[in-house]
């Protein structure tokens, strides 16, 4: 098992670990800081730092072969460390805020738009959501006025835990119709918008709505008869960044 440090600190931005196993997909730690792509949020990018100096690229990061595992993802023709070697794993900070921000701008999205979601994805600096509408009649400047209400508003954000039975019992928690949480563990992780949204998500979020800045609703396209997708940008890319 890698143990998540972005889990318990979203902003941790480097830490120390240990190489503990190495294949042809990448590099294994046994804790890290770099989040592996899901739930519609690209892998984290960065470097890994050796003691003798040497600085090796990651390009991607991705869930492990091994249940429980993070691989590390390096660049083509970078030599990879060998088991037992200890580094300071380091992701792209700016990257990775700008992620978190528009992650948790799609979950505001989601609650001004209270429809059934059927796919998302999260992107560096601009993110989109999609959903099934049965009149559909989105005006960009409405939605765009309600977000940046609600992000000026600084509603706090924060994970919690739900029992498997529970969200089994709740299933409006769950808005992405494409995709299910995992069970089976005990517990899903959920993420809380204070009296705003609850659903479950095992991404990186900012810790107040008002860490995501401005933003603009870009575009509204037209993917089915009933489906609509909403896109998302950025108005300052590098707000709040420290």
Same mark, same amino acid.
């Given at each position: 098992?890698? +143990?998540?440090?972005?889990?318990?600190?979203? $902003?941790?931005?480097?830490? &120390? !670990?240990?190489?503990v196993?190495?294949? +042809?997909?990448?590099?294994?730690?046994?804790?890290?800081?770099? $989040?592996?792509? *899901?739930?519609? /949020?690209?892998?984290?990018? *960065?470097?890994?730092?050796? !003691?003798?100096? /040497?600085?090796l690229?990651?390009?991607?990061?991705?869930?492990?072969?091994?249940?429980?595992?993070? %691989?590390?993802?390096?660049?083509p *023709?970078?030599g990879?460390?060998?088991?037992?070697?200890?580094v300071?794993?380091? @992701?792209?900070?700016?990257?990775?805020?700008?992620?978190?921000?528009?992650?948790t %701008?799609?979950?505001l999205?989601?609650?001004?738009? #209270?429809?059934?979601?059927?796919?998302? /994805?999260?992107?560096?600096?601009?993110?989109?959501?999609?959903?099934? @509408?049965? !009149?559909?009649?989105?005006d960009?400047? &409405?939605?765009?006025l309600?977000?940046?209400?609600?992000?000026r508003?600084?509603?706090?954000?924060?994970? =919690?835990?739900? =029992?498997? *039975?529970?969200?089994?019992?709740?299933?409006?928690?769950?808005?992405?119709?494409?995709?299910?949480?995992p069970?089976?563990?005990?517990k899903? #992780?959920?993420?809380?918008? =204070? &009296?705003?949204?609850?659903?479950? %998500?095992?991404?990186?979020?900012?810790?107040?709505?008002? +860490? @995501?800045? &401005?933003?603009?609703?870009?575009?509204? +396209?037209?993917?089915?008869?009933?489906?609509?997708?909403? @896109?998302?940008?950025?108005?300052?890319?590098?707000?709040?960044?420290?």
């Open positions: 098992m890698t +143990e998540l440090v972005f889990r318990a600190d979203p $902003y941790a931005r480097s830490c &120390a !670990a240990t190489v196993a190495v294949d +042809e997909r990448g590099v294994v730690l046994d804790r890290t800081v770099f $989040y592996p792509m *899901g739930g519609g /949020q690209p892998g984290d990018i *960065g470097v890994l730092s050796l !003691a003798d100096g /040497q600085v690229s990651v390009v991607d990061t991705v869930k492990g072969d091994a249940a429980g595992t993070v %691989c590390h993802v390096l660049a *023709g970078a990879a460390p060998a088991v037992g070697t200890a300071i794993a380091e @992701i792209d900070w700016p990257r990775r805020y700008r992620l978190m921000r528009v992650h %701008c799609m979950h999205l989601s609650a001004v738009l #209270r429809y059934p979601v059927t796919g998302g /994805q999260v992107g560096d600096g601009r993110g989109r959501l999609d959903f099934d @509408i049965p !009149a559909p009649t989105l960009k400047a &409405a939605i765009t309600r977000l940046n209400e609600l992000i508003d600084g509603h706090p954000v924060r994970a =919690e835990a739900i =029992e498997d *039975g529970e969200l089994a019992a709740r299933p409006e928690l769950v808005k992405t119709m494409a995709v299910k949480p069970t089976g563990q005990g899903v #992780r959920l993420v809380r918008i =204070e &009296a705003l949204d609850l659903q479950p %998500c095992g991404g990186t979020h900012v810790a107040s709505t008002g +860490e @995501i800045g &401005a933003v603009t609703v870009t575009r509204i +396209e037209k993917k089915g008869r009933l489906n609509r997708r909403v @896109i998302v940008e950025l108005d300052d890319p590098n707000f709040g960044l420290r």
